[in-house]
């Protein structure tokens, strides 16, 4: 088991930047993000692997976002960069304990934060 604390969400005008940040109880394999909008399912953003060499992103984000961890703290985080109001959501961090983590990356990680909101105002 594995417990996952999102941070870093806020209010932030189109253009801006934000990061929000993760940590989890304990070591994980694949740690990732993902979005939700009330009322549509929640979306997959981006995921990465424990050393940090290999990362997936949605093509709505790629060159805006940029997800990054540190290990010895159990820490993910994302960066968001041009932010869009398209942006705004619920921000989820997700990890997986398997080494085979890549298959569910973006669809059934085993762990779930509560979410952070994140608004984009244009």
């Known amino acids: 088991q594995v417990q996952l604390v999102e941070s870093g969400g806020g209010w932030v005008q189109a253009g801006d930047s934000v990061r929000v940040s993760c940590v989890a109880s304990g070591r994980t394999y694949g740690m990732g993000w993902f979005r939700q909008v009330p009322g549509k399912e929640r979306d997959f953003v981006a995921a990465i692997s424990m050393s940090g060499g290999t990362t997936y992103y949605t093509d709505a984000v790629k060159g805006r976002f940029t997800i990054s961890r540190d290990s010895a703290k159990n820490t993910v985080y994302l960066q968001m960069n041009s932010l869009k109001p398209e942006d705004t959501a619920v921000y989820y961090c997700?990890?997986?304990?398997?080494?085979?983590?890549?298959?569910?990356?973006?669809?059934?990680?085993?762990?779930w934060g509560k979410g952070t909101l994140v608004t984009v105002s244009s």
């Open positions: 997700a990890a997986d304990l398997r080494e085979t983590w890549y298959l569910f990356a973006l669809d059934g990680m085993e762990y």
